[in-house]
């Protein structure tokens, strides 16, 4: 057990120095210490006042951002946030945070006019080290900048261009190399979501919905075809029409009576030919829009679920638990509202974070299987799927960014509802947190594994 402690400390010791050799943020001594979670991060409200920026930078961007020359720093630390001992410390590096954004603020028009940035505040924050090495105390701290927008009144339209991006190459789960980019949480009013910004694309633009929040995200609707109102049997109606012509004809020709009453009984005929003819040569009248289940494909079937799947994602864009089962009723079966909402919030927790709650940036599809039909296939109402897809979170917590991926397997029966398509079962297969063990169904980790 002394040999692990021993260790311990050795990798602290190498990490401190190393750092101290590349560093040249003002601190000194074991607070140079290896920073591993994500560089920058930013946080993006609208409200009725304007928009606010909260830009969090990490020590080592930081130190290729911020004037270097400032001397070391004196702060202690108080609840989740440090303060200055030195008052005249403080003012200098408010002016140093202000000059720098004074250049690297957003450029932010509101209803169409352009609105300068106001430097509200800054504070320097603990790091936190998502490997559980290193702990606060030797961590050297990150910065927390509150920029606002001032609005004169409730903004109708925004737009964002930002500038400023994580520098150096960084890597996905599977340590691939990724372009720059910038997962931001989007806060505008009942919703709130991950935009991702880049280099290329780095504007976010955002005009206030008119409809209502349960009307926003489009329902999946089941395949919509026109059909005849009605249909006419020309064979039976030329029969039926020529019959009472005849009819007409003979009295106002004057016919006999024995004829006219000869041509009354062939209609006991002609009326069992249009019988036997009512399927002939049908002629529609007028069309209507059905939604009656039609043979489905494998593909429309695949496309149907999927977007089902987002939706339900999407649903958790939004801040009330209310506002998030008025989406979800568009996609998921009623009976099944209160067992999706459950696990997908609970896919969603974070649970080494202290509970704060990820943000979806996005959603792959590693596989979709639809299973063969049972019946005839005539009729689709009804069709299962097994999948496995990863979802994508961005937690922000304390101050910090974290980006993880988690991996789902299960089972969904997805049948016609009126006109939609919705979820009606689910049986989840399996779940892992990438980079660890599975995750057995039911949430509860395996012996050793960290909790999805």
């Known amino acids: 057990m002394m040999i692990n402690r021993n260790h311990r400390w050795l990798v602290v010791a190498v990490l401190a120095l190393g750092a101290a050799r590349v560093t040249a943020h003002p601190h000194t001594g074991p607070q140079f210490a290896a920073h591993v979670h994500t560089p920058l991060g930013l946080e993006i409200a609208v409200a009725d006042d304007g928009v606010t920026c909260n830009v969090l930078l990490s020590n080592g961007y930081l130190n290729m951002m911020i004037p270097h020359e400032r001397g070391r720093l004196k702060l202690s630390r108080r609840g989740e946030a440090f303060v200055f001992d030195d008052p005249q410390q403080e003012a200098a590096e ?3 945070f202000a000059a720098f954004f004074a250049d690297a603020a957003p450029k932010v028009t509101l209803d169409g006019a352009a609105v300068p940035a106001v430097f509200e505040s800054f504070e320097y924050l603990p790091s936190v080290d998502p490997t559980g090495v290193l702990d606060h105390a030797l961590a050297p701290p990150d910065a927390r900048v509150v920029l606002h927008f001032p609005a004169t009144a409730p903004p109708q339209r925004m737009r964002l261009e930002w500038s400023l991006f994580p520098v150096g190459q960084t890597r996905n789960v599977f340590g691939e190399v990724q372009p720059p980019e910038l997962p931001a949480k989007f806060d505008a009013y009942a919703e709130t979501r991950i935009v991702t910004l880049t280099p290329e694309n ?6 206030r919905p008119e409809r209502e929040i349960n009307e926003r995200i489009a329902p999946v609707a089941t395949t919509q075809v026109e059909q005849p109102r009605a249909y006419v049997p020309l064979v039976s109606a030329g029969l039926i029409g020529g019959w009472v012509l005849a009819l007409v004809g003979c009295r106002l020709a004057g016919v006999r009576r024995p004829v006219r009453r000869g041509v009354g009984w062939l209609g006991l005929v002609v009326i069992g030919g249009a019988y036997a003819t009512r399927h002939v ?6 069309t209507r829009v059905t939604t009656a289940a039609a043979p489905l494909t494998d593909a429309a079937a695949e496309d149907a679920f999927t977007a089902l799947l987002r939706n339900v994602y999407r649903a958790f864009d939004y801040k009330s638990e209310s506002d998030i089962y008025d989406v979800l009723a568009a996609s998921v079966d009623g009976a ?13 927790v974070a649970r080494d974070q202290g509970g704060a709650v990820a943000r979806v940036k996005d959603l792959d599809f590693v596989t979709v299987d639809v299973e063969p039909e049972s019946g005839d296939g005539a009729a689709s109402r009804e069709f299962h799927v097994r999948c496995r897809w990863r979802v994508h979170g961005v937690v922000h917590h304390w101050g910090h960014v974290h980006e993880r991926t988690n991996e789902y397997k299960a089972r969904y029966t997805v049948a016609q509802r009126g006109d939609l398509w919705k979820i009606t079962g689910c049986e989840l297969l399996g779940q892992r ?3 660890s063990d599975p995750v057995p169904p039911g949430g509860a980790p395996a012996a050793g594994s960290t909790p999805s």
Do not use: F, H, K
């Not at 780095?202 to 005009?207: A, I, K, N, R």
């Not at 040569?281 to 007028?286: F, M």
């Open 94 to 96: 408010r002016d140093a």
């Open 202 to 207: 780095p504007v976010l633009e955002w005009t």
């Open 281 to 286: 040569a049908l002629a529609p009248i007028g």
């Open 336 to 348: 099944q509202l209160d067992a999706i909402y459950n696990e997908v919030y609970q896919s969603l």
């Open 433 to 435: 947190r990438l980079g």
